[in-house]
């Protein structure tokens, strides 16, 4: 399966954001999906998993309340609602695919797609 994420740009902070994650070859309903980032000199991180039918979400504390993951199987598309950004969100944001599951850890996931970057100003 090929991921395309889209939908970073330059933003201020308190601004929002929505990110998207397109499929091709493969059908994502019955893949877990998740979103991860990963900061200029930072390691990559979760930001926020979901599972094939969309009845498990998991978020990293720090953009609870603020980012919102869902999934339109029929579109085949994975989404990230960025809301309330901070400069400390800025990094390339990554979608991943898993074929058993979800959750938090990046090695577990099967297909990565390109980073699409996020710029949020102060």
Do not use: H
Not at 45 to 53: C, L, M, Q
Not at 97 to 113: E, L, P
């Amino acid at each position: 399966v090929q991921l395309q994420a889209s939908g970073g740009g330059l933003v201020q902070a308190g601004d929002s954001l929505r990110l998207s994650c397109a499929a091709s070859g493969r059908t994502l309903s019955s893949y877990g999906m998740g979103w991860f980032r990963q900061a200029p000199g930072k390691e990559r991180e979760f930001v926020a998993g979901i599972s094939w039918s969309g009845s498990r979400i998991y978020y990293e504390d720090f953009v609870k309340g603020r980012f919102t993951i869902s999934r339109d199987n029929a579109k085949n598309t994975v989404y990230l609602q960025m809301s309330s950004l901070e400069p400390e969100d800025t990094a390339y944001y990554y979608c991943a695919a898993r074929i058993y599951g979800t959750g938090n850890s990046a090695s577990k996931y099967d297909y990565w797609g390109q980073g699409t970057e996020v710029t949020v100003s102060s």
